[in-house]
């Protein structure tokens, strides 16, 4: 599968984001890591992930899919977007491949199963960026029943999340505004293909949960937060879970005041109020219980991402029998 095609004047288009780069040869788009070969565009991080870790599904945050498994979990170098509050800025805004080892696709799901893992996610910088090898990785864990999920900023092209069907079986995107210029200026993405794609993982059904970092003055007003949350439940639908998470000052925005429990309140009440079924505090030490949408029975308990209990019968409510969305064991 090519992710790229010719463009006039002795360029290639890559086609794995919508940046869509018209990149010459010897160069590389805006990521820093496709780069024009001459006949093609080669991923320069193509075997070489920077960091590799087992998390609980959990971290990702995936609430809804497989809770209580462990997913083999890594990245790789760059990103196709620059947001100066980023939390993982060290891998993402660097673009210095470490090539010493060579992790073959056939590796790193052996890797997986080798480490109890039942799915794998490409997380931690932008996958998209990467998608030729998460792909190829993501075929090798089919064939041996491993799952995969994708931890992403939403940017992808769409040829990219068409693909996707079928391969990728959950994902976690990041709807960080819903401002358009803050999305373009500060980011360097576009919201409304952003919005367009979120409707097109739901539309694949690719299981899909969302992410909001709460920052400060930045994306935090009522009415922000109110514009997110009736997007997610008028477009993409209640059942999605919202993930409404706590900044810390981190890489370019420092002199912010990490963000309030008593926010993550209010943005928790925004959702509800927008008649979402499951909203959810992160990156706080706090209980963040699943309540069955009906009758309000704890269904599944968190401890921050550890001691995950699941009461679940199948993927129904034990008290009234009501089904909740996700993918669960149905054992
Ligand atoms: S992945 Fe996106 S940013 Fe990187 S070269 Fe391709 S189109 Fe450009």
């Given at each position: 599968m090519k992710f790229y095609k010719p463009y006039k004047k002795e360029r290639l288009m890559c086609?794995?984001?919508?940046?869509?780069c018209k990149i010459k040869e010897g160069q590389t788009g805006?990521?820093?890591?496709?780069?024009?070969v001459g006949d093609k565009i080669e991923?320069?991080?193509?075997?070489?992930?920077?960091s590799i870790n087992v998390d609980p599904i959990e971290k990702k945050?995936?609430?809804?899919?497989?809770?209580?498994t462990k997913a083999f979990s890594f990245g790789t170098v760059g990103c196709n977007f620059h947001c100066?509050?980023?939390?993982?800025?060290?891998?993402?805004?660097?673009?210095?491949?470490?090539?010493s080892r060579y992790f073959s696709p056939e590796l790193m799901v052996q890797m997986a199963i080798d480490n109890d893992c039942q799915s794998i996610a490409y997380t931690y910088n932008e996958p998209t960026i990467f998608y030729p090898y998460a792909r190829d990785i993501a075929l090798e864990a089919k064939k041996k029943g491993l799952k995969n999920v994708f931890v992403t900023?939403?940017?992808?092209?769409s040829e990219v999340i068409d693909d996707m069907?079928?391969?990728?079986?959950?994902a976690n995107v990041d709807?960080?505004?819903?401002?358009a210029k803050y999305y373009k200026?500060?980011?360097?993405?576009d919201l409304e293909k952003i919005l367009e794609n979120l409707k097109h993982f739901v539309a694949n059904k690719i299981w899909t949960e969302v992410t909001t970092l709460v920052i400060p003055t930045q994306n935090d007003s009522d009415e922000e937060l109110s514009n997110i949350a009736g997007f997610i439940a008028n477009?993409?639908?209640?059942d999605v879970p919202w993930h409404i998470t706590a900044f810390h000052p981190d890489y370019k925005t420092r002199d912010l005041p990490c963000t309030s429990i008593e926010s993550l309140d209010r943005a928790y009440e925004i959702g509800k109020k927008h008649g979402l079924h499951y909203v959810y505090k992160g990156n706080v030490a706090q209980e963040s219980p699943t309540l069955c949408?009906?009758?309000?029975?704890?269904v599944i308990e968190r401890d921050y991402f550890r001691n995950t209990k699941n009461y679940l019968k199948g993927s129904h409510c034990?008290?009234?029998?009501t089904a909740i969305a996700g993918v669960f064991d149905e054992q």
């Open positions: 086609i794995l984001c919508q940046h869509y805006i990521c820093g890591v496709n780069k024009n991923c320069l991080v193509y075997g070489y992930p920077s945050p995936l609430y809804h899919f497989l809770p209580g100066p509050f980023c939390q993982n800025w060290t891998i993402s805004q660097t673009r210095e491949v470490d090539t900023n939403g940017f992808e092209s069907k079928g391969i990728m079986d959950a709807l960080k505004s819903f401002d200026k500060e980011l360097g993405g477009e993409l639908g209640t949408p009906n009758c309000a029975e704890v034990p008290k009234c029998g």
